[in-house]
């Protein structure tokens, strides 16, 4: 594949400058556009090494890095639904450069069978023994998480999400049900370890009072942890069409070095955009005390565009299905519902 790329460099003289220093640093200004067109690629992900920035482009895709290091630098250009660009080139001090980088359309050919990886296929391996199907599903994943990630690191947010939480109580023939709201900042402490999904909730007195484990789930910044990466087994589970819309299937199962608690799933990515739509997660390795608890637990998650292309977790169920008792046969789940009511941005948007 041949990507296009144009440059425009020109050289300013600058005069009276307060510190020496700036004189020796250049800046680089462009527009990341679908290739072959003009058409604005908005709030791509634009950065730069060495030195570590990135960013979002504007909604017209542009972009501007300041303060440029001379020497041999490399910046890239990603954007989902598009085959990230990598480019390198020399900047000198003093340098003012104008880049117009044209990302292309993501085009592969999704195979008949629901299996693409041989073995245990992660994107720490090589796409040449993943396949090129499989690596380029896997890289829209990544550019998935990496931009719910960079959402929440460089412009915070605070969710405002209801509870809905219901609980049967088959020996009273009653089923109890509470609603309440709570804040959820999009920063949040927790990092993902194998093996290290479960945790407690404690409410008030009451008919949900007491001590609760849970399962922490995974939130879609955590696809694009190295941990849990290089942690979990993906694969290509196919396509299926839901609400009208045509989706990839991607699976994923902990890898064999994992025995403590920890989830499987499939992740439904929109066929023609590739952006994450659904995430079904299963608690795996449960311990013995909670097997004898509850049957099993699943957890979907749908995500909506908080931004053009950058995804949040709108809705998050819960069923927690009860282990086998004689005593009471077709026994209800218990469950919880998170809805996102609304999202206030810290300090500002892109």
Aim: include cysteine.
């Amino acid at each position: 594949m041949i990507w296009r790329l144009r440059i425009v460099a020109r050289c300013v003289m600058i005069a009276l400058l307060p510190s020496a220093a700036l004189a020796q640093r250049a800046t680089i200004v462009g527009r990341v556009i679908a290739q072959g067109t003009d058409v604005a690629l908005g709030y791509s992900v634009v950065s730069l090494t060495p030195g570590g920035a990135e960013r979002f482009t504007d909604a017209a895709g542009r972009f501007a890095l300041s303060g440029v290091q001379p020497g041999r630098i490399r910046i890239s250009a990603k954007h989902i639904g598009y085959a990230p660009l990598d480019t390198s080139l020399n900047v000198s001090a003093g340098d003012s450069i104008d880049l117009r980088l044209e990302l292309a359309l993501v085009s592969i050919q999704l195979p008949v069978t629901h299996t693409l990886a041989p073995a245990c296929g992660h994107p720490g391996e090589s796409s040449g023994k993943l396949g090129v199907v499989l690596a380029t599903l896997l890289e829209q994943l990544k550019q998935n998480a990496e931009r719910n990630r960079l959402l929440s690191r460089s412009y915070p947010f605070e969710l405002e999400v209801e509870r809905k939480m219901t609980k049967p109580e088959p020996a009273l023939e009653a089923r109890f049900i509470a609603f309440d709201t709570v804040y959820r900042s999009s920063q949040r402490q927790w990092r993902y370890k194998p093996g290290g999904m479960l945790g407690t909730r404690e409410y008030a007195p009451g008919v949900f009072g007491g001590k609760w484990t849970t399962i922490i789930v995974p939130e879609l910044a955590d696809f694009a942890d190295d941990a849990f990466l290089s942690n979990h087994c993906f694969d290509f589970g196919g396509i299926e069409t839901e609400q009208g819309d045509t989706l990839v299937r991607i699976e994923f199962v902990p890898a064999q070095t994992v025995h403590s608690p920890d989830v499987s799933g499939t992740i439904l990515l929109d066929a023609r955009t590739y952006q994450i739509r659904v995430a079904d997660l299963a608690l795996v390795n449960p311990p013995k005390q909670l097997r004898e608890q509850i049957g099993a637990q699943s957890i979907r998650v749908k995500f909506k565009e908080i931004l053009p292309g950058v995804p949040i977790a709108d809705v998050v169920t819960s069923v927690v299905y009860p282990s086998d008792d004689p005593r009471f046969a077709g026994q209800e789940p218990a469950t919880e519902r998170q809805l996102t009511l609304s999202v206030r941005f810290l300090k500002g948007k892109p």
